[in-house]
């Protein structure tokens, strides 16, 4: 007798041991013509059956491109429903639906949309990581690869909010030499690493680089010898002629980092606590096992109220639009 539960947000339905579950993933794919989108951050055997893996940007644009019937997104809610809201046509499917994101959580609409009517003179730039209530509160979606290039191409005399990430916020004024409006969000991740921790690292291993991701605090950055989008950091350590790294982002990104560059170290940057490195509870929700009943059973789904989902399209069109301007 199978049980199924989905207010746990997930089937739990029992799966036969004898099973080869890579084997029926692909099999599962293929028959219903769906494509498996995973995030870096995602376990590395999820990462290996998957049909595309990205970041935050290269996921939203491959999900915007697919014409695939089913879209299995191994990653966090915010990033399925991305996908949903491009693809309202679609089935959308989460392994785990309680795999939510804190700095999405960071940022509720109630508070922002108050915070937005108290700045009516501002053009409001939402990181990707937030909601779909926020993104339909905002003007313009960024991602981590584009924040950047999408806050320069704004007239020198707009004024900005940017929400929900402070720390990316902080890290893109100063590159932009903008005065940006920051909410005060953050990822629980990227805001425990020990500086402490990495300064000792970094003179036991003296030949390493630190490479880090912009979501980290400001004193951490500071440490870099690269700052980028988990995309971007990979495809660094693929091009440069360091062989060792210590890498100041979820430890999700180290298997592809393995596994473009197998001659290469890479040490993940240690975390304020006792742990050697730094997983996020939310990715680490989606399991190969929760993926193949996902996928089989086509449970959970993403659903969206039409209004809000128009509304939440909008800014993240404009940010596809401007990353094609931009060559991305
Ligand atoms: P990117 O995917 O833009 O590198 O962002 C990392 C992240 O925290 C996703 O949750
Ligand atoms: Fe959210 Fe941080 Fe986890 Fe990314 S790593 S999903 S920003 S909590």
Known sequence: MITQELSKGYLDVKIDPTIDIFAEIKKLKREKNAILLAHYYQDGDIQDVADFIGDSL?????????????????????????????????????????????????????????????????????????????????????????????????????????????????????????????WDGSCMVHEIFSLERIVKLKAQHPKAKFIAHPECETPVLELADFIGSTTALLNYTKKDSATEYIVGTETGILHQMQKESPDKTFIPAPPNNNCACNDCPHMKLNTLEKLYICLKHEQPEIILPEDLRSRAEKPIRRMLELSAQFGM
């Open 58 to 182: 290269g996921l939203a644009q491959k999900a915007a491109a697919t014409d695939a019937s089913l879209i299995v997104f191994a990653g966090v809610h915010f990033m399925a429903e991305t996908a949903k809201i491009l693809n309202p046509d679609k089935k959308v499917v989460l392994p785990d639906l309680n795999a939510g994101c804190s700095l999405a959580d960071s940022c509720p609409a109630a508070p922002f949309e108050a915070f937005r009517k108290q700045h009516p003179d501002h053009i409001v730039i939402s990181y990707i990581n937030c909601t779909a209530e926020i993104k339909a509160l905002s003007d313009i979606i960024c991602t981590s690869s584009n924040a950047e290039q999408i806050v320069a191409s704004l007239p020198k005399d707009q004024k900005i909010i940017f929400a929900p990430d402070k720390n990316l916020g902080r890290y893109i004024a100063k590159k932009t030499g903008r005065d940006m409006l920051l």
